[in-house]
């Protein structure tokens, strides 16, 4: 089974911060790997597939970047709407997700 | 658009069995793999199982193997997930998801869940 450790579990940011979260795979993925975003008592949002690539619809503030087995996710610019919980997915091989960061305005 | 709808949630006893259903319209059903993934109160998401297209391969996570069924009916664009021997470590929201797969245009993976339905195993 493929694990995946994401970091940090929660933050608390500024709005206009940048933020950063790191996922780490427990085996080569190639670029097999999603984030979503999560709000109370909604359905995950898939924001980035693939690694890099931003799915149709998301705001441009939001990108990944990686491959194989470490792998980032940024705000560039923290705005209030994006108070939620993030998640890091890899569907290489079936799915597992991160542990989960939520993310709080400071 | 893509359409999922679960149903079949409710209170439970430990050790006793539940049926959720999945509804699936506007989309091809039957082309698509399906999962359940689950979300214990204030919990992460963790994925349960997937069927593949025609039913003939299923995939369980450790943690409900040997109690948990999934299945599908292809005529009544339904999915399923039989869980038996519940205990109280099943309690969560069960998402059913369509498969990940890349749009024609690229721009998307087509990611599509349900609203959930919340399990509760309790005495």
């Known amino acids: 089974d493929i694990q995946m450790t994401q970091s940090p579990s929660s933050l608390s940011a500024s709005i206009g911060d940048r933020v950063t979260i790191t996922c780490q795979a427990s085996q080569d993925i190639s670029n097999y790997l999603n984030w979503y975003q999560q709000k109370p008592g909604k359905a995950p949002k898939l924001l980035i597939f693939d690694a890099s690539n931003l799915e149709t619809g998301v705001p441009s503030r939001f990108s990944g970047s990686g491959s194989g087995t470490d792998f980032t996710f940024t705000i560039s610019s923290l705005q209030p709407e994006d108070i939620a919980t993030y998640y890091c997915?890899?569907?290489?091989?079936?799915?597992?997700f991160g542990q989960g960061t939520k993310v709080e305005i400071k | 658009q893509v359409h999922l709808v679960e149903s079949g949630g409710g209170v439970v006893q430990p050790g006793r069995s539940l049926r959720l259903s999945c509804a699936a319209s506007a989309f091809s059903f039957t082309s698509y793999a399906m999962h359940w993934v689950r979300q214990a109160p204030g919990k992460g998401l963790e994925w349960v199982a997937v069927i593949s297209n025609d039913g003939n391969k299923k995939y369980y996570a450790d943690s409900v193997k040997g109690r948990f069924t999934i299945s599908r009916d292809n005529s009544k664009n339904t999915l399923y997930l039989q869980m038996n021997s519940l205990r109280a470590e099943d309690t969560a929201v069960y998402y059913c998801?369509?498969?990940?797969?890349?749009?024609?245009?690229?721009?998307?993976?087509?990611?599509?869940w349900g609203q959930g339905t919340l399990v509760i195993v309790s005495a």
């Open positions: 998801a369509k498969d990940l797969v890349i749009s024609v245009s690229g721009t998307s993976l087509e990611s599509y």
């Open positions: 997915q890899q569907y290489d091989n079936l799915w597992t």
